[in-house]
């Protein structure tokens, strides 16, 4: 791995010997082994070996490495960010301006787009290009070109990240001979204007040299397990010592690299300590990976949340923490007694919640324990920052170095952190007259303060065990590597949502990037990255890669999943490591690694070979004993990645005898528009929901009350009693607006007042900008009734097909449809609402508060089959009446619009809907359901789906729909989408999007 780095840097110096040479190395580890490697084979003068920032540095201003301006403060982006959120008060962001997080969000967002090059130009355009299709995204992205513009000028004057590689390409585009000062030993992982500065060495040709490690043909793969984090960081020095010792390598050759460092760089550090194995913590610990950091963190992020039942008892359960002596309790502490009080008397979360549920237990068998737990929430309420923010950074952090003093145990990591936390007290500079430091906020700083700089761990050994995160030494190699903390909840973690940029934005501006700006990642993007560097880290290994990953939380005694990582990194499972670069995949292929999966086996007992014979069949043995869930997972696997056949793990479960029993009678019973659609659309989605009977259960702390679902429920409640309330007063068709957005406002209240009830303190921000939209929608919603209405009569939430059941007066009259086979579906359901005109027509409306479609053609292979059904069961429920009109009315809550979608009444033809209702019974009853991504009439049915956990990321599902495509179980189940159903097309009306 040397030779050819050595070589470049020579043959450099041949032709200039006496000038500077930067050799830019993936991490700062890689960049201190290739500098002692170097040196050994002779004196190099002036190589300088470093990551990519020093060079870009040197490039941009020569050798001074740092320019005259002076450097971006820390969290100069944020109080920028507060400072343009309160100029504007009409913008975008005025609901939730003054809420914790908002302009630390528009930060990040900001300052992405200054890394990648974007100028307030560029997202103008984009904002005028979303203006044409949806107005809010181009308001939005308007403001925020605006923002960008204030934030580079109040940038100007220093130096800054991006402003550093802007000057540096800069530099290459005027001297291009620069470029002949560096060799780039990669692979450099870099983003934004770092990406861009590589791919112009790379135009300049400059020498990029690959670190491959030499993977032994024979490498051997060995995957472990146990209990929690801290008994697998025990077992992982057990496997490294292992394997020092049978390869015969020295402690520096092997590392132990988790894919995350909270908590395993601190737990390593521990456990090295109390077992005596020497360690070389090349990373270092920063202060906020400590326990004592992690303590401080969790404890600020209370007042924000809630102070939510689970995340307070767990704070107050941290080993860092003494309760007993801040609450100033004589009896001894019991955390784990207040966490099983607590549950008894039934706390969610807030201290008047604590109050109000904690007060009856003092008087009760288990007084002392309420007593203890009660004074210690309220002594935690009154020394943590509170909810609304500090008046000025002195009083945070005079709060904070009280919190520390009375809450943490003495030890040098908590004097280290009152002294950080008295630094706040610098920024009292900064402090605005009536503005507040807000939690988010100084969260933010402190994690600043806390992660600035590694600390030297007294622990570390130079030449011990090598333990660091993958990125601190990428681009070295080591001849064994364990890799723990391979847990499907812990990697890989899913990307988290952009709230200023979400990826429809981040397309819009990479259409309308100027030339030399690079794309906005997306979350796609990120995940891949991610995968690229865990596939780097894997190919570190030269001889012996060992996996680990916890087997149960011990806490709660719950079997944790491994990685799907970890699954795809077995070659008994048929993979490879995904989308790696080429030089990875060329290692991974020459690996032919033998397979020990024997958990928690001693490595003495795993052949050096390839498993074979009686020795294989009690190697599976012993797996099935010791580690059932993961077995069963890998045969899972293994059926999902078999061409031939549907398979029970696709959603063929027609070989269940109870499977078809129960698929039968659900297409004997009346069917609802949402079933058949639902089963056309992805009928492995029609399996978990209506054959499974499966149902979210979404956290109580983390859901949102009013997400987009409940929304349109409250629309749909308060628009069936309001036209109910018109009808019954004569006021159809609707005239007097005012009155009627009066009353609509009277209704509204309630029903909102119930979701108020449910949202946690965290969500009100959220809840209040999504309120405030959803009463704005009322009037242009009750303005294009006026406009459109024309019957005085009406029936509301009618059911059909289903007696007994709530409607308006009805009793269930079925609505069938005979099919060509001579058998007949009966369907059931409700129409949202049906006009009686007085020339006896009868016009359907179903409300929407989604985005309205742009044209519809026919019934889309069973996709769009409500309207239709509805006609049926009108014409059943009126039989002297014609159906006039169907509508789509789409009240787009978000926006404040209306816009109608119509089609012709012909498009419940008996001769049509026949043929293509037959085929989806045929095909619910025959209990065959594979899924199909991205099948969707309007959007892709995962968008809105409820079991997309079930199925897996995106990629994952577009690979499995296209590997099952050719098998007769899916083809037989999608048949019916051939059936020819088109009808003439139609486009929205009174503001539809073109």
Known sequence: ?????????????????????????????????????????????????????????????????????????????????????????????????DRPGTAAALAAALSELSWHGFTP?????????????????????????????????????????PAVYAAALDALRREPGLARSLVVAGPVEATGLAAALLGRLRELGTPFVPLVPAVDPARTIVVSSAVGEAAECREALREALLAAEQLDLPLSRVAVLPVRPVPYLELFAEAGESLGVPLDLTQGVRLSETPEGTALRD???????????????????????????????????DPTAWDRLSRACGVVAGLDDFRARLEPATLGRRAVEARQLLAVVERLGEDLPPAAGCDCWTTAARLLRRFLERWLRPSETRDELVARAGELAALEALDEPGRRVGPV????????????????????????????????????????????????????????????????????????????????????????????????????????????????????????????ALLDALPRAGATLPRAEPTVRAAAARRAASVAMLPLSPLED??????????????????????????????????????????????????????????????????????????????????FGYLLELRPLDDPEEAYPFDAREQGSAFHALAERLFGELREGGALPLRDVQAAHARAVALAEPLLEQVAARVPARQRVRFDADRARWLAALRPWLEHEAATGDAADGSFERVFGAPGRRGDGGTGVAAAVPLPSGAVVQ?????????????????????????????????????????????????????????????????????????????????????????????????????????CPGRGARQPPCSFCDHTLLCGPAAAREALALLKAGTPERRAALAFRETDDSCAEAEPRNGGRP
């Open 1 to 97: 791995m040397l030779d050819p780095v050595d070589r470049q840097v020579r043959a450099r110096r041949a032709n200039d010997p006496w000038g500077p040479l930067d050799v830019v190395c993936p991490s700062p580890g890689a960049a201190a082994e290739l500098r002692l490697g170097c040196a050994r084979r002779g004196a190099l003068v002036g190589v300088r070996f470093g990551t990519l920032g020093p060079a870009a540095r040197r490039l941009a201003w020569g050798e001074a490495e740092v320019p005259d301006r002076p450097a971006w403060p820390e969290g100069g982006d944020v109080l920028r960010a507060a400072s343009l959120l309160r100029a504007r008060r009409d913008s975008y962001y005025a609901p939730i301006a």
């Open 121 to 161: 130009s560029a997202v103008e355009a984009a904002a005028r290009a979303a203006a044409r299709t949806r107005p809010v995204d181009g308001t939005r992205l308007g403001e925020l070109a605006e923002h960008l513009a204030a934030l580079l000028e109040a940038r100007r004057r220093f130096a800054t990240g």
């Open 606 to 687: 795993a052949p050096a070979g390839r498993l074979d014979g009686p020795r294989q069949a009690a190697a599976a043995a012993a797996f099935d004993r010791r580690a059932p869930f993961l077995r069963a997972r890998l045969r899972a696997d293994r059926s999902r990645r078999d061409p031939s056949h549907l398979g029970p793990w696709a959603g063929d479960v027609s070989s269940s005898p109870t499977a078809r029993a129960a698929a039968a009678a659900l297409a004997r019973a009346p069917l609802s528009a949402s079933r058949l659609e639902t089963f056309a659309s992805c009928p492995l989605r029609f399996l």
């Open 299 to 333: 404890a600020l992020a209370l007042p924000a949340a809630g102070f939510p039942r689970a995340r307070t008892l767990d704070l107050l359960r941290h080993r860092c923490l003494d309760p007993a002596a801040a609450g100033a309790l004589e009896p001894p502490a």
């Open 827 to 931: 369907l059931g359901g409700y129409i949202d609402r049906a006009d009686l005109a007085a020339g006896g027509a009868v016009d359907l409306i179903d409300y929407k508060t989604g985005l309205p479609r742009s044209t519809a053609k026919g019934l889309d292979g069973g996709r769009s089959l409500q309207l239709a059904v509805y006609a049926v069961a009108a014409r059943a429920l009126w039989p002297d009446r014609a159906v006039r009109r169907l509508i789509f009315r789409h009240v787009v809550l978000g926006e404040g619009r209306v816009a109608d979608v119509e089609f012709p009444p012909e498009l419940a033809r008996v001769e049509t809907l026949g043929p293509l209702l037959e085929r989806l019974v045929a095909g619910i009853a025959g209990a065959a359901y594979p899924h």
């Open 441 to 564: 906020e100084l969260r933010r700083m402190l994690d600043r303060l806390l992660d600035h700089d590694a600390r030297q761990h007294p622990t570390r050994v130079p030449g011990g065990l090598v333990v660091a995160e993958s990125a601190a030494v990428a681009g070295r190699s080591f001849g064994a590597v364990v890799v723990p903390g391979l847990a499907a909840d812990v990697w890989p973690a899913p990307p988290p949502p952009d709230p200023v940029l979400p990826d429809e934005d981040r397309r819009r501006l990479n259409d309308a990037r100027p030339a030399d700006a690079v794309p906005l990642p997306t979350a796609a993007d990120r995940a891949r990255r991610e995968q690229e560097a865990f596939a780097r880290t894997l190919g570190a290994a030269e001889r012996r890669l060992v996996l680990l990953f916890p087997s149960r939380d011990p806490s709660t005694g719950h079997a944790r999943l491994p990685s799907p």
